[in-house]
């Protein structure tokens, strides 16, 4: 299954074939790529620059940043081992987490905050992508100083064995697309930002 949401009616009132398009939310139409066959078909060309003989290694900051270098993500250091990568309306900041930093964290801010008095409406926005999403569970966080109430995504993924190079390019890939996909939908469909 893709690591999008498919609801009934999206592509012409039926599941989208190999390769075709789906529309989502609206008018946005993303392609959806041919099933490849696992070891049958050259990987994707973006990967080309990884090293043939990749090996499973543990996850570090350094090998985080490289795999954003790889996808042209743009990022900051915040000197406390983590990285921020913004964009117009939100930003993600990539870290590792956990007793071992073991855990490999994705969490997605929009640059807009909900007033107090929208609490309710925003409780109410995140259990619905919750409900209807896969990746990045959101929630609404601790008041600002200011007594706004930010909105998160986040995506936890436990990496105590390592990953090769094309998977942790794969799921960061992953997690800003989403995180993108997230915000963009608080702005539209949820009406919440």
Partial sequence: MPWWSWRPGSSAGGRPEAGGEVAL???????????????HAAPPAELSTIDEGDQVQPVTLD??????DLLDIRFLADGGGSLL????RHAVLFTLEG??????????????TVPP????????????????????????GDPTERGQLPIY?????????????????????CGAAVATSFVDW????????
Wanted: charged share 25%.
């Fill in 25 to 39: 939310q609206s008018s946005v139409r993303v392609a959806i790529p041919a099933q490849r066959e696992p070891g």
């Fill in 63 to 68: 090998r985080i940043g490289k795999a954003l």
């Fill in 85 to 88: 990568a913004m964009w117009e």
């Fill in 99 to 112: 007793p071992d930093d073991e855990i490999l964290v994705m969490r997605a801010r929009p640059h807009s």
């Fill in 117 to 140: 008095d929208w609490a309710d409406r925003a409780y109410r926005v995140v259990n619905e992508w919750n409900h209807t999403r896969r990746f990045c569970k959101a929630y609404v």
């Fill in 153 to 173: 995504a986040e995506l936890q993924v436990p990496l105590n064995s390592g990953a090769h190079d094309a998977l942790l390019v794969e799921m960061l890939d």
């Fill in 186 to 193: 608080l702005h539209d469909e949820g009406a919440l930002l």
